[in-house]
């Protein structure tokens, strides 16, 4: 298995709703991703896991909480989102040591 | 500081070669990438040069590195209807800790190719 796969593929939420956002790979990795990419714009790193410990937040607010529960799973929980968080959300994984980042598909979020 | 440069739109003919430019800052970086990205999708790693190499083939992509000039190119020749998407170039000038490290794009080269 060489793919990263997220779900949901499209997400539509309210302001005051509660969701998650899925990524799973089965490639050995042990560092994962999390981007936001806004329409036209190259993603933008949000979270980095190394061995299942956050590593690095880059300041993103705390209404997204990532979560590594194993080294295949990666989640991404949504509270009280903002309109302006509407976005592709992408999930990336590699081997320690190795910079080459594999991508998911994607989650369309749009926030009401 | 980090900063990758990319032209944002190229239109080629298809049966055309495309050549999408990028520059980069960071004379660290150890690898540069390509990933392509269609309406829509995630980013596909389309390839990549190690910073000792100065060219890279595969099949129809070439990678041209000149280090002086931090100067990436991708070439795609017999551009096809199906190469139309949004070219991203990468380095990874950041080591992250704990084996990780940071990718920096560019902003992403718009490829139409004209039937």
């Known amino acids: 298995d060489t793919e990263v796969t997220q779900t949901p593929k499209h997400l539509v939420m309210g302001m005051t709703n509660k969701k998650s956002l899925k990524c799973e790979q089965h490639?050995?990795?042990?560092?994962m991703y999390w981007y936001k990419q806004k329409a036209k714009k190259p993603p933008e790193l949000m979270f980095v896991y190394s061995y299942e410990k956050l590593s690095i937040n880059e300041s993103v607010p705390s209404r997204f909480s990532p979560e590594c529960p194993n080294s295949s799973l990666l989640n991404l929980h949504l509270h009280a989102l903002q309109p302006e968080d509407s976005a592709l959300y992408l999930c990336?994984?590699?081997?320690?040591?190795?910079?080459?980042?594999?991508f998911g598909p994607g989650t369309r979020l749009t926030v009401l | 500081g980090e900063d990758v440069e990319q032209s944002l739109f190229l239109s080629v003919r298809e049966g055309d070669s495309s050549v999408i430019n990028c520059t980069y800052t960071?004379?660290?970086?150890?690898?540069l990438y390509w990933y392509k990205q269609e309406p829509g999708a995630g980013l596909q790693l389309l390839t990549y040069?190690?910073?000792?190499?100065d060219m890279k083939q595969d099949q129809r992509l070439t990678v041209l590195l000149n280090k002086k000039d931090k100067h990436l190119s991708l070439r795609i020749a017999d551009t096809q209807t199906g190469d139309s998407a949004i070219y991203f170039c990468?380095?990874?000038?950041?080591?992250?800790?704990?084996?990780?490290?940071?990718?920096?794009f560019g902003k992403g080269t718009k490829l139409s190719v004209i039937p």
């Open positions: 990468a380095e990874t000038p950041s080591y992250s800790g704990a084996g990780s490290y940071q990718l920096t």
């Open positions: 960071d004379s660290s970086s150890t690898y």
């Open positions: 990336a994984s590699s081997q320690l040591g190795e910079s080459e980042q594999f």
């Open positions: 490639m050995g990795h042990r560092a």
């Open positions: 040069i190690f910073s000792n190499m």
